[in-house]
Each structure stands twice: as structure tokens, then as C-alpha cells.
Nanobody, 124 residues
């Protein structure tokens, strides 16, 4: 299984931007569907954005569409989540996840590897 390590979280004001990074080790990210999930206090962990292993498609939850962008750098074996126009409701712990199946999924149980998470707090 690939190991994942997130970074880049922090405390920002509403309207600000932030970029999260997820460095993978133990396998090339080109072999995996990669996703960002987020878990707000007291709530379940939910899908935010994903990129297909081919790099040919991305998918976003409606709550982040148009504000967040997922991308990857295969040379650095790193996946990014660029977040802009942040809102207080984006406050959560953000997790990077990897899945080796054929199709990109929004289902948490499909993902085999997870990072430890990086917290993002957006103040109003």
C-alpha cells in the first residue's frame, strides 16, 4: 500500500486561499485514483475532490466545485488541493486517500490508503 502524508493546513480568514499537499511514498500516484476527503467536527468524512489514475478526469463535490482544484505532479509523486474563496463551512480535517481500482469513486470505503489528515480552519 502507498503511504500518504498531508501538509499545508492552517487557520485562514474567509475568502482566503490555501494549498494542501499530499506526498505519496511506496508507489507511484499514477497507479492510483487520488482523492481529498474532509471531516468537519461531529460529522462524517466526505468526498471533496478526486483525480482519476490516468489524470484524464477530475470530480468535485458540489460544495467545492468552482472553488477547489485537485491536481498532481507525478515527478514529485504529490497531489495538491488548491482551495480558494474559503468559507467557514470548509473548516475540517482534510485527508488524502488512494484507491487502486479502475474507476474514480466518491465512496470512502473504496479507498485503501489514507494519510493522517491536515486541519483547515476558516474564520468568519
Amino acid at each position: 500500500q502507498v503511504q500518504l502524508a498531508e501538509s499545508g493546513g492552517g487557520l485562514v480568514q474567509a475568502g482566503a486561499s490555501l494549498r494542501l499537499s499530499c506526498v505519496a511514498s511506496g508507489g507511484p500516484i499514477g497507479n492510483y485514483n487520488m482523492a481529498w476527503f474532509r471531516q468537519a467536527p461531529g460529522l462524517e468524512r466526505v468526498f471533496a475532490a478526486g483525480i482519476h489514475w490516468s489524470g484524464g478526469s477530475t470530480y468535485y463535490d458540489e460544495s467545492v466545485k468552482g472553488r477547489f482544484t485537485i491536481s498532481r505532479d507525478k515527478d514529485k509523486n504529490t497531489v495538491y488541493l488548491q482551495m480558494s474563496s474559503l468559507k467557514p463551512e470548509d473548516t475540517a480535517v482534510y485527508y488524502c486517500a488512494a484507491d487502486s481500482s479502475q474507476y474514480l469513486s466518491q465512496t470512502r470505503s473504496k479507498y485503501e490508503s489514507w494519510g493522517q489528515g491536515t486541519p483547515v480552519t476558516v474564520s468568519s
